[in-house]
C-alpha cells in the first residue's frame, strides 16, 4: 500500500523566514503534486512534477522531486502571512492520488 | 474556479438517512474521483469512474456507493448514514488523455450527520 509521509505536520514561522516541507513516499512514482487549501475550502493545484529532478517556482514556492529518493520538497522563501494554509502533497499512481496528511502553515507576524 | 461543481454546500441529515451528494466535472473531463476528508482519516479516496465505468476503489464503505452517467456527472449515495460519516466531500475531475493528470477539486459538500 502506498504510504505518503508529510512532515512537519504543524509549522509555525514568522515572517521573512525560509522553511521546507518534506514529502516522503513509498512506492515508485514520477507524478507528485502540491496542494494548498484553506480552511473550509477546496483544494487549489500549486505545482505538478512529472520527472526526476523537477523543480518548479511560482512566487515565494519553490517544489522539487528526487524520484529516486522518493521525496518531494517544498521550499518557502520569505514567508508572508497570505501563505497561511494548509499544504498537501499527493503522490501519482497508475489514474489515482494518494495524498499526504498535511502540513497545517501558520505565519506570524 | 476549477470548473468542477459539486451540490449541495451543505447537508445535515440524521443517523439512519440516506443522501445523495452531486459533481460535475469541468467540461471534457472524463474522470471523477470522491474523496472523503475527515480530522481523524485525513483525505481519503473513495472510488474513481471514468466514463461511465468504475476504475478504482478506495476506502469506500458498503454503504456508500457512487455511479456516472451518460453526461459524465457524477453521484455519491451514501446511506445508513453514522455519526461518523461526518465529513467534507469533495468530487475531483481530470483529463487523462494527454494531461498531467492533476486533478481539479470542487468545493466540496459538507455533511454533518446529527
Known amino acids: 500500500e502506498l504510504k505518503v509521509e508529510q512532515n512537519p505536520l504543524f509549522l509555525s514561522m514568522q515572517e521573512g523566514k525560509n522553511y521546507t516541507i518534506y514529502c516522503n513516499y513509498s512506492?515508485?512514482?514520477?507524478?507528485l503534486y502540491w496542494y494548498r487549501q484553506d480552511p473550509g475550502k477546496s483544494l487549489e493545484s500549486l505545482f505538478v512534477l512529472l520527472s526526476n529532478g523537477a523543480v518548479k517556482q511560482e512566487g515565494r514556492l519553490m517544489a522539487s522531486l528526487d524520484t529516486k529518493a522518493r521525496l518531494s520538497t517544498l521550499h518557502i522563501t520569505a514567508a508572508v502571512h497570505d501563505l497561511s494554509a494548509t499544504y498537501f502533497c499527493?503522490?501519482?499512481?497508475?489514474?489515482?492520488?494518494?495524498f499526504g496528511e498535511g502540513t497545517q502553515l501558520t505565519v506570524n507576524p | 474556479d476549477s470548473g468542477v461543481t459539486q451540490t449541495p454546500k451543505h447537508l445535515i441529515t440524521a443517523t439512519g438517512q440516506r443522501v445523495t451528494l452531486r459533481c460535475s466535472p469541468r467540461?471534457?473531463?472524463?474522470?471523477v474521483y470522491w474523496y472523503q476528508q475527515s480530522l481523524d482519516q485525513g483525505l481519503q479516496f473513495l472510488i474513481q469512474y471514468y466514463n461511465g465505468e468504475e476504475r478504482a476503489k478506495g476506502n469506500i464503505l458498503e454503504r456508500f456507493s457512487a455511479q456516472q452517467f451518460p453526461d459524465l456527472h457524477s453521484e455519491l449515495n451514501l446511506s445508513s448514514l453514522e455519526l461518523g460519516d461526518s465529513a467534507l466531500y469533495f468530487c475531483?475531475?481530470?483529463?487523462?488523455?494527454?494531461?498531467?493528470?492533476?486533478?481539479?477539486f470542487g468545493s466540496g459538500t459538507q455533511l454533518s450527520v446529527l
Open positions: 475531483a475531475s481530470s483529463d487523462e488523455t494527454g494531461g498531467t493528470g492533476k486533478l481539479f
Open positions: 499527493a503522490v501519482g499512481v497508475h489514474t489515482r492520488l494518494t
Open positions: 467540461s471534457g473531463d472524463l474522470s
Open positions: 512506492t515508485t512514482s514520477d507524478r
